[in-house]
Each structure stands twice: as structure tokens, then as C-alpha cells.
């Protein structure tokens, strides 16, 4: 009798598909995954639809609209274990920049018609709505890390993705630090690792796409990136980018208002 294999659903919400093509582009690893998993729901890949529950749910998107908030309560209802991917999904993604806005401000700028737009006020991260199993950050997410998700959930272990920073990273593939050479500012100190070491390997800071490390030290890098010259404002809207929504980087950049 032939094994039953996991049913894994794959779901969007407010985001730019991104996180979704960096499964796609796992390639022949994504052969792998398919062998050992039935791909049951993934718009991104296939029109096909498998009827739940599912054993495992991938979640990509913030919560953005009202209709999203009784959509993720479905998906949780029928999934055993609910994993969030990338910043949208874990933070709020870059459009959680409204959160500390007003947005029918942005409504306007935007939209010739905005009276056919209907959006909360605030951006919100999934684990905001329901309970959430697993967080894989970045923007995108890694695909070696989405792997070893995959990886340890059909193996019934623990993921093992880092919590250190990214400067760790760096120093790991001899990488030298844009802010010590060049003076250039970086939330290497502050962020997780996991992309790759993607901007400081071209020489620019790290902008803090994979969200704040386990107990970053936000007082102490906001001092030096004033003393590397920049002005309050300039500090604020570093920490408000695509993971603005993060509690860490949310709260540091207030202290800059």
C-alpha cells in the first residue's frame, strides 16, 4: 500500500509574489520536494486544486484588506502546521509603511478612483491573526532556507535557520564592513542572517530585509550611524523600510519622530 504523502498548500495574501517564485526557482530540488509531498494548492504553480486540510501551509502576504482577516482564519483552520515566508507574511512587508501614516493620504496620492478601495488602516504580519508555527524571513526568502524548512518538517525536526546577525556573515566569507571601510550605514548589526550577504558583498549596507536578529542592540547602532553623519530623519526612515513593521526596528524608529 502506497504512503500517503504530506498535502503542502501554498497561499497568498498581500505581497509581490516573490517569496511564491523562490520555490519555483528551486529547481531541481523543487523535483525532490514533489516527490515527497503532494502539492495541493499553489495558484503560483498550478490551476489545480487538492481539498484540505493540508498538512502543511506556506504563507506568503500581510494582511492588508478585510477580507484577508477572514481568509487567513480558513487557511489556519485547515492546516496542521501554518510556516509564514518573507517579510510580508512575518512583518508587514514594506506596505506596513501606512501603519505610521495616514491611509486614505496614500489612497489619494495613488488611486484615480479612490472610493473603490477597500483596505484596513494597518499592514499586519499573519502571526498578528492566528497562531503561526514557523517564521521564514527575508525579502525574499532564502531558497536554501525554504528547503531546510521543507526538510525538517517532513522529517519531523526542528528548523535549523540562524538567529545571529548578519554581520556574522560577513565576517564568514571575508566580506569587509562597508561601515567600518567606507563609513557607510548598515543594519548588519541588528538584522538576521540569511540572504546570502547580498549588499555588503557589493559594497553597500545591509537594509535589513530578513527583520531584527534575536535581541538586536538598536540604541547602539543608531549612535554610530549619527556619528557617521546622519540626521534623525535620515536614521527614522533606515529602519523603515521592508521590514519597517518588525517590533525592534518600529520602535527604534519612533525614537527618531
Not at 523535483?31 to 495541493?40: C, M, S
Not at 528547503?147 to 566580506?175: D, F, H, M, W
Request: charged fraction near 25%.
Amino acid at each position: 500500500m502506497a504512503r500517503r504523502k504530506p498535502k503542502l498548500a501554498v497561499w497568498k495574501f498581500s505581497s509581490c509574489d516573490g517569496c511564491q517564485l523562490s520555490l519555483l526557482g528551486c529547481e531541481d530540488e523543487l523535483l525532490a520536494v514533489v516527490g515527497e509531498v503532494e502539492i495541493a494548492y499553489f495558484l503560483e504553480a498550478t490551476r489545480a486544486r487538492v481539498k484540505g486540510p493540508y498538512d502543511v501551509s506556506l504563507v506568503e502576504g500581510s494582511v492588508t484588506t478585510p477580507e484577508e482577516v477572514e481568509r487567513i482564519q480558513q487557511v489556519r483552520r485547515q492546516s496542521g502546521l501554518l510556516v509564514t515566508i518573507g517579510a510580508c507574511a512575518t512583518a508587514g512587508g514594506i506596505q506596513a509603511l501606512k501603519n505610521v501614516k495616514d491611509v486614505n493620504q496614500f489612497i489619494d496620492a495613488v488611486y484615480a478612483h479612490p472610493e473603490y478601495i477597500e483596505t484596513l488602516e494597518t499592514s499586519t504580519p499573519i502571526q498578528d491573526h492566528v497562531p503561526v508555527d514557523f517564521e521564514l524571513r527575508g525579502c525574499p526568502i532564502s531558497k536554501e532556507q525554504l528547503l531546510e524548512v521543507l526538510n525538517a518538517t517532513l522529517n519531523g525536526r526542528a528548523p535549523n535557520v540562524p538567529k545571529y546577525s548578519q554581520c556574522i556573515e560577513c565576517k564568514r566569507t571575508g566580506t569587509v564592513c562597508v561601515m567600518v571601510s567606507q563609513g557607510q550605514p548598515c543594519l548588519g548589526p541588528v538584522t538576521q542572517a540569511g540572504c546570502g550577504n547580498v549588499c555588503p558583498a557589493c559594497e553597500r549596507g545591509c537594509f535589513g530585509c530578513f527583520g531584527p536578529k534575536e535581541t538586536p542592540n538598536m540604541a547602539s547602532l543608531s549612535r554610530r550611524m549619527a556619528e557617521l553623519g546622519m540626521e534623525r530623519r535620515e536614521i527614522k526612515h533606515f529602519y523603515r523600510l521592508f521590514t519597517a513593521n518588525a517590533d525592534a526596528f518600529r520602535e527604534e524608529s519612533k525614537g527618531h519622530e
